[in-house]
């Protein structure tokens, strides 16, 4: 399996980004994926998860509100798209593949799996 990040960036408070990432290797619209960040220093943080057919979604307190996770299965392809960034998103960014859907943060958390793609670097600043 192959999941690849991308869309990244220098963004001003307040700024916008979309993250893309690319799956290849299974069978994309079998799985729920979910994006997790890692601020230098600190462990990686679940931030927002989907449904396999993109009908559900559920986000972490920290970007709720603010993030929309999607998905396109004609692409094998999961977006994430940031508004209203802050200091406090700097991170990188990273997808997941998961068996199921919960609206349970803990089940992100403690179902991770050994594979993670390169990531792809958010920096918020001015």
């Known amino acids: 399996e192959q999941l690849v990040e991308s869309g990244g960036g220098l963004v001003q408070p307040g700024g916008s980004l979309r993250l893309s990432c690319v799956a290849s290797g299974f069978t994309f619209d079998d799985f729920a994926m979910s994006w997790f960040r890692q601020a230098p220093g600190k462990e990686k943080e679940w931030v927002s998860a989907i449904s396999w057919n993109g009908y559900s979604q559920f986000y972490s307190d920290a970007v709720k509100g603010r993030f929309t996770i999607s998905r396109d299965n004609r692409k094998n392809t999961l977006f994430l798209q940031m508004n209203s960034l802050r200091s406090e998103d700097t991170a990188a960014y990273y997808c997941?593949?998961?068996?199921?859907?919960?609206?349970?943060?803990?089940?992100?958390?403690?179902?991770?799996?050994?594979?993670w793609g390169p990531g792809t670097q958010v920096t918020v600043s001015s």
């Open positions: 997941a593949k998961f068996s199921a859907f919960h609206y349970d943060a803990d089940y992100y958390r403690n179902n991770q799996g050994a594979y």
